[in-house]
């Protein structure tokens, strides 16, 4: 079983429409990191959060600790917006990081 | 600031070569962590330095080891390379130790094991 699991796996929107991702773990975490991963390799940390929500321009995550449930929000899509998503979280114990399998995205103009 | 940089960025080795890799994280950084990303299994981790000593380690042979140098400046070796082996190579490095710090990645090495 993984530890992060995340939905869909695969994601195909017109440019505008609104789009969720969701995340769920199993283990007690420290906190929960999303990532974006652009074909060639390169990651970047969107968010990182322990609590509530945090909003940074058309991007909002939030995070939901008694149910361990995260969701990143893209409002507004933009074909930019094209790449893989990824949840990870740091666990509060050993300190290892988690990954989900990630979510393709992909916007269409 | 300067990012976080990799070397090198792609490499080509055969099955039973040795491999180091190098990670330079981003200045005042003490922490690099490394992680394995392949199409089948996507990222994982691989383990933690801080202040030179390793941290945390993750579900990997010991054919994988790394260091870490006073600069912070981290290195991955891997022995006796298998064809799975082949992966990126992503380190990241963040101020402090553990999940709760923002990880700033690099760009990754793309190791072939041919």
């Known amino acids: 079983k993984n530890e992060v699991e995340q939905s869909p796996q695969n994601l195909t929107a017109q440019e505008g429409e609104f789009i969720t991702i969701n995340c769920s773990y199993s283990?007690?975490?420290?906190?929960l990191h999303w990532l974006q991963q652009h074909p060639g390799g390169g990651i970047v940390s969107l968010f990182m959060l322990s609590s509530g929500k945090k909003k940074h321009g058309r991007l909002i995550a939030t995070i939901n600790i008694q149910e361990k449930h995260s969701s990143l929000h893209i409002t507004a899509s933009h074909p930019r917006d094209s790449a893989v998503y990824i949840c990870?979280?740091?666990?509060?114990?050993?300190?290892?990081?988690?990954f989900g399998t990630g979510t393709s995205l992909t916007v269409i103009p | 600031k300067a990012g976080v940089t990799q070397t090198p960025r792609y490499l080509i080795k055969t099955r039973g070569q040795q491999v180091t890799l190098s990670c330079s994280p981003i200045s005042g950084h003490r922490s690099v962590s490394w992680y394995q990303q392949t199409p089948g299994q996507g990222l994982q981790f691989l383990f933690e330095?801080?202040?030179?000593?390793?941290?945390n380690k993750g579900n990997f042979p010991g054919r994988f080891s790394g260091r870490q140098f006073s600069n912070s400046r981290s290195e991955m070796n891997v022995s006796t390379l298998e064809l799975g082996d082949s992966a990126l190579y992503l380190c990241?490095?963040?101020?402090?130790?553990?999940?709760?710090?923002?990880?700033?990645f690099g760009p990754g090495t793309r190791l072939t094991v041919l």
């Open positions: 283990v007690g975490i420290s906190a």
């Open positions: 330095y801080f202040s030179e000593t390793q941290r």
């Open positions: 990870a979280v740091g666990a509060n114990t050993g300190n290892q990081f988690y």
């Open positions: 990241a490095s963040s101020l402090l130790l553990g999940g709760v710090n923002e990880q700033f």
